[in-house]
């Protein structure tokens, strides 16, 4: 089973976020697909990405990208996974076929959005039901996670 960690935000926007949750990733030596919900916002985050942190890097492409199969952190609107990778980051209330090919899943969604809130809730109620270990993390005001489920 794949194990889920829903992540609230609160403090800042996606953008923000996102960069620094991959940068956890990739230092645990993982590859990750990131699932959007448009081609427009994949292009901002790709832009997020590439500019967060002049102090790090985060190797990364797009489905619009040359070399799919070598990108460490690989953003798409699709379930393609062409470089293999084990964690799937489910953004802008995306949901996956293909769930079970990951070892790991990060839900991320926005909590000033009543219903990305909502839909949250029904995918958390869905995977308990469907037997994933499940946990849960609110944003804090600095930026940081607390784990509350």
Known sequence: MTNISFYHLLHMPLSSALPKLLEKVQGAGLKAVIKV??????SELNDALWCFNKQSFLPHGTMKSKFCDQQPLYLTTGDENPAGASVLVLVDSMESHDL?????????????????????????KTYQDAGHE???????????????A
């Open 37 to 42: 919900g448009s081609e427009d916002h994949m």
């Open 100 to 124: 079970d090919k990951y070892d790991r899943c990060l839900e991320i969604f926005d909590g000033t959005d009543t219903q990305a809130v909502s839909a949250a809730r029904v995918r958390w």
């Open 134 to 148: 499940l946990t849960y993390w609110q944003q804090t005001e600095q930026g940081g996670w607390s784990k509350k």
